[in-house]
C-alpha cells in the first residue's frame, strides 16, 4: 500500500506513519517544515494542508496512491472572546477546510485505482463534548464527523471514508499541555484504561481502518478514548452527599481537561 499520513512526522502522526511502515507500506508524510529525522523509507514533501494548489500538485503526482490519513491539525488555547476573528477562523480552516482539501485531491487519485481507496480522518473526543478554550477546534473536529460521513456516501462504493475520535494522546507536547510526569500521571488517572493514548494507539486503529479486515466499514467514527471521560456531575453528587451511592469513587477532572495541541508556527491560528 501506498499511505499519505499529513503532518506525520512528529506527534500522533509519527505514530500513524510508524504502524504503516511497520505494516509493511509505503509511507509519504507532508508537513509546512522539514523534519529533523524521519523513520527509514519514509518519503516527504514540504506541503500546507491548507494550499489547494499545492495539494493537488502532491497528491495527484502520487499515482499508486491508496491510503490518506487526514492527521495534521491542532489549536492554540484560545477563549472564544479572545484574539480577532481571523485567528479562530484558522483553526478551522487547518482541522476542517484543510481535511477537505486533501480528501477532495485523494478521491480523484483512489476512484481510478483498481482497488479504490480509504480516507482516514483523526478527529477528536473535543468534537463531542464542549470545548471551552479550542472552542473553534471543537466545532471544525465536530464538522469533520459530519464530512466523513458525507463523503463516505458520495464516493462509495470505491473510496471508504472513516474517522478516528481520540482522547488525550501522550506526546513530545504532553508536558506543555498536562504538566510534568507527576501532571500527565494524574491525567491518566481520570481515564478508565488507566494511561493516556500512545501515538502507536492512534496507528494501529489506522491500520485497521486501511486493512481488508475493515472493507464493510465507511462513514463510521472509531472512537479511541480509553473509555471516555467519567461525566463531572458523579463526582460532584459524590462530594455534596454522603449519602450519594457514587461517594468513595476516585475523583475525576476528566471534563475540564482539553487536548488542546499547539501547532509550533502562530501562522495555524
Ligand atoms: N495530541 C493529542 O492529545 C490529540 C488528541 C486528539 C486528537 N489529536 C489530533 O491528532 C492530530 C495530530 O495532533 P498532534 O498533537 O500530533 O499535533 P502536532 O504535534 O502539533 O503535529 C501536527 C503535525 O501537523 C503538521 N502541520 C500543522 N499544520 C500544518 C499545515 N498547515 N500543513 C501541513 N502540515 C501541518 C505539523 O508540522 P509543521 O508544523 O511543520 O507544519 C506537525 O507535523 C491533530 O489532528 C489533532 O487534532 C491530537
Same mark, same amino acid.
Given at each position: 500500500m501506498?499511505?499519505? #499520513?499529513?503532518?506525520?512526522? $512528529?506527534g #500522533?502522526?509519527?505514530?500513524i ?5 511497520a505494516?509493511?507500506?509505503h509511507v ?5 517544515r522539514?523534519?529533523?529525522g ?7 514533501? $514540504? ?7 499545492a495539494?493537488?500538485?502532491?497528491i ?15 489549536t ?11 485567528r479562530h477562523?484558522?483553526v ?10 486533501v480528501?477532495?485531491?485523494a478521491n ?5 485505482r483498481?482497488?479504490?481507496?480509504s480516507i482516514?480522518?483523526?478527529? *477528536? #473526543?473535543s468534537?463531542?463534548?464542549p470545548s ?17 460521513a458525507?463523503?463516505? #456516501?458520495e464516493?462509495?462504493p470505491?473510496?471508504?471514508?472513516n ?7 501522550r ?5 506543555m ?6 501532571g500527565v500521571a494524574a491525567?491518566?488517572?481520570?481515564? !478508565?484504561?488507566g494511561?493516556l493514548a500512545? @501515538?502507536?494507539d492512534?496507528?494501529h486503529?489506522c491500520?485497521f481502518?486501511a486493512? @481488508?479486515?475493515?472493507?464493510?466499514? *465507511?462513514?463510521?467514527?472509531l472512537?479511541l478514548?480509553?473509555?471516555?471521560? $467519567? !461525566?463531572?456531575f ?12 457514587? $461517594?468513595?469513587?476516585? @475523583?475525576?477532572t ?12 502562530e501562522d495555524?491560528?
Amino acid at each position: 500500500m501506498t499511505v499519505v #499520513v499529513t503532518g506525520g512526522v $512528529r506527534g #500522533v502522526g509519527l505514530g500513524i506513519t510508524t504502524a504503516f511502515r511497520a505494516a509493511g507500506a509505503h509511507v509519504i508524510t507532508c508537513a509546512r517544515r522539514e523534519p529533523d529525522g524521519l523513520p527509514e523509507g519514509v518519503g516527504f514533501e $514540504r506541503v500546507d494542508v491548507r494550499d489547494a494548489d499545492a495539494v493537488a500538485d502532491f497528491i495527484g503526482g502520487i499515482a499508486d496512491l491508496d491510503v490518506v490519513v487526514n492527521n495534521a491539525g491542532g489549536t492554540p488555547y484560545l477563549p472564544a472572546s479572545e484574539g480577532d476573528a481571523r485567528r479562530h477562523a484558522k483553526v478551522i480552516e487547518l482541522n476542517l477546510i484543510a481535511p477537505l482539501i486533501v480528501s477532495r485531491a485523494a478521491n480523484r487519485v483512489l476512484q481510478g485505482r483498481p482497488g479504490g481507496g480509504s480516507i482516514i480522518m483523526i478527529g *477528536s #473526543v473535543s468534537g463531542h463534548r464542549p470545548s471551552p478554550g479550542t472552542a473553534a477546534y471543537g466545532a471544525a473536529k465536530a464538522g469533520l464527523d459530519n464530512l466523513t460521513a458525507s463523503l463516505a #456516501v458520495e464516493w462509495a462504493p470505491r473510496v471508504r471514508v472513516n474517522a478516528v475520535t481520540v482522547g488525550m494522546v501522550r506526546t513530545e507536547k504532553s508536558a506543555m499541555h498536562y504538566g510534568d510526569a507527576a501532571g500527565v500521571a494524574a491525567v491518566a488517572r481520570t481515564v !478508565p484504561l488507566g494511561r493516556l493514548a500512545e @501515538p502507536a494507539d492512534v496507528g494501529h486503529a489506522c491500520v485497521f481502518l486501511a486493512s @481488508p479486515s475493515a472493507a464493510y466499514i *465507511s462513514g463510521a467514527s472509531l472512537l479511541l478514548h480509553g473509555g471516555g471521560e $467519567r !461525566p463531572a456531575f458523579l463526582d460532584a453528587a459524590a462530594q455534596a452527599s454522603t449519602a450519594s451511592p457514587t $461517594r468513595g469513587q476516585q @475523583p475525576s477532572t476528566g471534563d475540564a481537561i482539553a487536548d488542546t495541541h499547539t501547532p509550533d508556527r502562530e501562522d495555524n491560528a
